[in-house]
């Protein structure tokens, strides 16, 4: 597609549940990167893969923190055992990779931990 | 904290005057990106300034860089109050992998018609 898309736009869990969030980047895009937007300002780089590859994820909190990208699949974000300081706007981006260096945004998935 | 402050942190303006917005930085870079954010969406890139540029231009939007200063300011001249959001400056760090941006907490402009 011409957008990355991201779902559910929403999500909410309680305090100890899973959470699994989805990314489809833009085609043709080999990277894709996961931040974390708290409190509508700070964003947080997490992870970024090249293809299906882990390419940096140097700011990943690896205890409750998973994600992939599967070929043919949308690329995921997994919390496990979510926390209250979970709760965060979650914004998938992709990029061509090339010289010119801009992120293409989705929406994000607001995820609320009760 | 690679990044610095954005300046100011709200920004209230008429339609027609020009909107001035800073960035500082802590380290030093290989590029900086101008994004904005529409309430309840994600970033839309606006412009790239790299290392060795001073200045660059597009369309309705003026920035600059200072690496002395370790600064940059977006202008945007003509303001509408589609302008209105949210602006962030972000970093890439020399030696930094591709697409990992340091981000500023942004100033919120809001323009009135």
């Known amino acids: 597609g011409e957008e990355v898309a991201q779902t559910p736009k929403h999500l909410v869990r309680g305090e100890g549940q899973k959470a699994k969030l989805y990314c489809a980047p833009i085609?043709?895009?080999?990277?894709v990167f996961w931040y974390q937007q708290v409190l509508k300002n700070e964003f947080k780089f997490l992870i970024s893969?090249?293809?299906?590859?882990?390419?940096?994820e140097t700011g990943m909190p690896k205890e409750r923190f998973s994600a992939k990208c599967l070929p043919n699949s949308p690329c995921s974000l997994e919390i496990q055992a979510t926390k209250l300081e979970d709760s965060a706007v979650y914004f998938c981006?992709?990029?061509?990779?090339?010289?010119?260096?801009?992120?293409?945004f989705g929406s994000g998935t607001q995820l609320s931990v009760l | 904290s690679q990044q610095g402050e954005e300046d100011p942190q709200a920004l209230s303006i008429q339609e027609g005057e020009n909107a001035t917005m800073n960035c500082s930085y802590k380290t030093s870079i290989n590029n900086l990106q101008w994004y904005r954010q529409n309430s309840g969406r994600g970033l839309v890139h606006l412009i790239l300034i790299r290392s060795n540029e001073r200045e660059k231009h597009s369309g309705r939007l003026r920035v600059t860089l200072d690496t002395s200063k370790k600064s940059s300011s977006l202008l945007i001249t003509a303001s509408r109050a589609a302008d209105t959001a949210s602006y962030f400056c972000a970093t890439v760090g020399r030696g930094s992998t591709l697409g990992r941006l340091y981000f500023g907490r942004g100033t919120q402009l809001t323009v009135w018609p």
């Open positions: 085609k043709g895009h080999s990277y």
């Open positions: 981006a992709s990029s061509p990779g090339t010289v010119d260096e801009k992120l293409f």
């Open positions: 893969f090249q293809n299906e590859n882990v390419f940096d």
